[in-house]
């Protein structure tokens, strides 16, 4: 059984016309398994990330057509609550997804939703700021973090939920060196752990992560041997 499969995705924005953005995608990815999609710009990357996260139709309207399956369940028959605990998503602006005045407050937004036990959260804050090395930074204002930090706080507040999928839309684009190889390693590290993950990535030097690469162009999707 794949942990993330979307069979047969066909996407088109209403404000387009009705054009189609994705034709009959099929992608998958196994437990433990690092898959990269790469594309030149504006093909619909980020908009299949979506609809493998189930962001797409839920919170953005448009004509979608397909199944996604998480570890064989329909994504459409599942409560948020069950895909957040499912599905992480990280984002190439982590502005887009830092929302409280402190890293701490961030972190803990998550787990809260879930409902978890205050000794539990607090675990898993500390476990997620330690994957990203940035334990000493539990108490700081995430405003007075740099491009970096900020989104290796954004990945560690995806990881506090814990996720079994995650989905990576271009992660890398606007790190610094020692955040790359931070955000490198939590990779290799999910990827021990069993995690399944779905990376948007053009860049040849994070090549070496993947299992398998995927090539969006002309709205459909085919592998490719790296």
């Given at each position: 059984?794949?942990?993330?499969?979307?069979?047969?995705?066909?996407f088109s924005?209403?404000?387009?016309?009705?054009?189609?953005?994705?034709?009959?995608?099929?992608?998958?990815?196994?437990?433990?398994?690092?898959?990269?999609?790469?594309?030149?710009?504006?093909?619909?990357?980020?908009?299949?990330?979506?609809?493998?996260?189930?962001?797409?139709?839920?919170?953005?309207?448009?004509?979608?057509?397909?199944?996604?399956?998480?570890?064989?369940?329909?994504?459409r028959f599942?409560?948020?609550?069950?895909?957040?605990?499912?599905?992480?998503?990280?984002?190439?602006?982590?502005?887009?997804?830092?929302?409280?005045?402190?890293?701490?407050?961030?972190?803990?937004?998550?787990?809260?939703?879930?409902?978890?036990?205050?000794?539990?959260?607090?675990?898993?804050?500390?476990?997620?700021?330690?994957?990203?090395?940035?334990?000493?930074?539990?108490?700081?204002?995430?405003?007075?973090?740099?491009?970096?930090e900020r989104?290796?706080?954004?990945?560690?507040?995806?990881?506090?939920?814990?996720?079994?999928?995650?989905?990576?839309?271009?992660?890398?684009?606007?790190?610094?060196?020692?955040?790359?190889?931070?955000?490198?390693?939590?990779?290799?590290?999910?990827?021990?752990?069993?995690?399944?993950?779905?990376?948007?990535?053009?860049?040849?030097?994070?090549?070496?992560?993947?299992?398998?690469?995927?090539?969006?162009?002309?709205?459909?999707?085919?592998?490719?041997?790296?």
């Amino acid at each position: 059984m794949n942990a993330l499969e979307g069979r047969q995705i066909s996407f088109s924005y209403p404000r387009h016309g009705g054009q189609a953005l994705l034709t009959n995608v099929n992608v998958y990815v196994r437990r433990g398994e690092c898959v990269i999609l790469r594309g030149p710009s504006g093909v619909g990357k980020s908009t299949l990330c979506h609809i493998l996260a189930g962001i797409i139709p839920r919170s953005i309207s448009g004509q979608v057509s397909g199944e996604v399956f998480f570890f064989g369940e329909n994504l459409r028959f599942l409560s948020l609550a069950r895909v957040a605990e499912t599905v992480g998503v990280l984002f190439q602006n982590p502005d887009s997804q830092l929302f409280f005045p402190t890293v701490e407050d961030e972190l803990a937004f998550g787990p809260e939703n879930l409902c978890l036990p205050r000794p539990e959260m607090d675990k898993r804050i500390n476990e997620a700021l330690a994957m990203v090395h940035m334990e000493e930074y539990r108490l700081v204002e995430t405003e007075t973090l740099s491009l970096g930090e900020r989104q290796r706080i954004a990945l560690a507040a995806v990881l506090s939920l814990q996720p079994r999928i995650l989905i990576l839309d271009e992660a890398f684009s606007q790190l610094d060196s020692q955040s790359v190889s931070v955000v490198r390693d939590t990779i290799r590290a999910q990827k021990e752990l069993g995690r399944a993950i779905f990376m948007v990535e053009n860049s040849e030097e994070h090549v070496d992560l993947a299992d398998r690469i995927y090539e969006l162009q002309d709205g459909q999707v085919r592998e490719v041997i790296s």
